[in-house]
């Protein structure tokens, strides 16, 4: 699944694994638990992630490699935030070839008007527990009641969510992640989807299609 910084591939990816029972790799949160471990990854990754730049493919391939050939992507997975650069397509297509599951693969397209985003990012919110996503706007009474997946009252900001940053991760996505469309478009599983739309409409129009694609190829 792919999209703009802010479209809303992290609050469709949870729900489609809470549907599908098949785990979420976001790497952009991997990538921020390796930072909050202190880990080595996260020790050479903070800095690019704070500036909103792009980690080096060969550090995220190697987190999704692993995560991939985890026990609980058996029966798949969801993909948040991988590939972002054609390196990382072909990489992935490599990857796919060698498990023997290039023909299952389903390409999810998140389009939205490019001005909706600052607000969509400035108004989010996460748990600071489970990373559960919600937007002031929407949910602001979790804050009281407790996250809606933990129950914790911990919240939290991602540090790259300010306005410079968010300018500067969309015009890295315009030049890297944009010539995606260009490389899926006409493979055989390619889903545009309108992500103006509201975030059950959305949901409703990508579990269409996967589960309509499913049934064909059953
Ligand atoms: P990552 O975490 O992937 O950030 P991103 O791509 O910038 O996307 P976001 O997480 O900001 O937005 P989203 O599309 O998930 O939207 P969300 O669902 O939260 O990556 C962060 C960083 O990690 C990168 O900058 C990079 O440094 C690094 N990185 C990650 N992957 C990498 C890779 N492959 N290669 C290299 N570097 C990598 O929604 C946003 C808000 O909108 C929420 O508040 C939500 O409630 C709300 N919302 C969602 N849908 C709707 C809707 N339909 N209507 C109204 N509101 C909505």
């Known amino acids: 699944m792919f999209g703009m910084p802010g479209v809303g591939k992290g609050t469709q990816g949870a729900l489609l694994s809470d549907y599908y029972e098949i785990p979420k790799l976001s790497t952009g949160e991997i990538l921020r638990h390796e930072i909050e471990n202190g880990t080595d990854v996260g020790i050479r990754v903070a800095q690019i992630m704070h500036e909103g730049g792009l980690v080096p493919d060969h550090v995220v391939e190697f987190i999704v490699r692993s995560r991939i050939y985890s026990e609980d992507c058996n029966r798949g997975f969801i993909l948040d935030g991988f590939p972002r650069t054609l390196n990382q397509a072909v990489y992935l297509d490599s990857l796919l070839i060698e498990k023997g599951w290039f023909n299952s693969i389903l390409i999810v397209y998140l389009r939205i008007d490019e ?42 900001h991602r540090d790259d969510d300010e306005k410079e940053k968010i300018r500067n991760r969309i015009k890295i996505y315009q030049e890297q992640t944009f010539p995606l469309i260009e490389f899926y478009k006409n493979r055989h599983g390619f889903l545009v989807v309108d992500a103006d739309a509201n975030i059950e409409v959305v949901f409703k129009n990508i579990t269409f299609f996967v589960n309509k694609h499913f049934d064909l190829c059953n």
Do not use: P
């Open 115 to 156: 001005v909706k985003l600052s607000s969509r990012i400035l108004g989010r919110f996460l748990c600071a527990s489970c990373g559960n996503i919600f937007h002031e706007n929407f949910n602001s009474s979790v804050k009281v009641s407790g996250c809606s997946r933990c129950g914790s009252l911990d919240f939290m």
